[in-house]
């Protein structure tokens, strides 16, 4: 009896958040280790179910950087970043093409058996990406920045209980694959669809002062003071497109940008449906 009223009263305590929150866009990007281990995986795809059927409107953006390094590696086909960037030659972008798009079909196919709805955009199906050539990616292969998304496209996959779930390969004018940076395409579509929280699931805590000491988990960052520890090189690596896409994400409308931690157990619905909030949230001043 006892533990059946202290579920109600957790219920309850959602109430104000499931309100506030009726027909609002989130997007959230998943990606990383958290993305390769089933249980968690099971567990970030049912709060996004769960958060769809409160009346949210959730749209998933997914990398898949460990299997395209698997596939690579198999093909014998060498791993190579540059500035935090994959080198990308032809033979590599059909690549990433194809193990992205496996990735999304089973995304798309686990919503489903979690009984949420999901609608797929990826490079060999649907797509609502329009990419471009990176401007400081010159002979680094098919690397790719967004030049514009469909809106439309994606807003009329945003139904009640309905998920688009959106790979990270964009195409060119000429039809050509693109690879770009999950991050910054979950931003763009961010501020095409005007989302009100943009929320970016990673295999770290959050910004930490020093590398791997979580005691040193920075709770909320200013956009400017989060440009400062990128000069100081504090932020590095793959946690620069993060910080970018969540400044970008406040320029272009979104109130709240936050990087959790995808393995802590519902990190997603902790972050949405409590007033403490984890990992790091990144504000305009
Ligand atoms: N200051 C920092 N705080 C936390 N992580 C950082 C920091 N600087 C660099 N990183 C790195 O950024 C990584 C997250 O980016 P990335 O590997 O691209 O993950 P994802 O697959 O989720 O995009 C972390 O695993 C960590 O190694
Ligand atoms: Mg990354």
Known sequence: MQEAIRKSEVLIEALPYIKSY????FVIKYG???????????GVLQDIVFMSYVGIRPVLVHGGGPFINEELNKAGIKVEFK?????????TMDIVAKVLSGVNQGIAADIKAL???????????????????????????????????????VKKAVRPRSVPVISSVGIGSDGT???????????????????????LLTDVKGIMREKG??????STLTMDNA?????????????????RACT???????????????????????????????????VKS
């Open 83 to 91: 500035n935090g960037l994959r080198v990308t030659p032809k033979e």
């Open 22 to 25: 009726a027909n609002k866009i």
């Open 115 to 153: 009984g949420g709805r999901a609608v797929s955009f990826d490079a060999l199906g649907k797509n609502a990406i329009k990419a471009k050539p990176h401007k400081n990616a010159a002979g680094m292969g098919f690397i790719g920045e967004v030049g514009s998304i469909d809106a439309d496209a």
């Open 248 to 282: 970008r994400a406040l320029a272009g409308g979104i109130s709240k940008t936050h990087i959790i931690d995808g393995r802590i157990p519902h990190s997603l619905l902790l972050e949405i449906f409590t007033d403490k909030g984890i990992g790091t949230e990144i």
């Open 177 to 199: 694959h693109y690879n770009v940076n999950a991050d910054d395409v979950a931003s763009a579509i961010a501020a095409a669809i005007k989302a009100v929280k943009f929320v």
């Open 213 to 218: 000491d979580e005691g040193t988990l920075i």
């Open 32 to 42: 990383g280790s958290a993305l390769l281990d089933p249980v968690i995986k099971k």
């Open 227 to 243: 440009e400062k520890l990128i000069e100081e090189e504090v932020i590095k690596g793959g946690m620069i497109p993060k910080v």
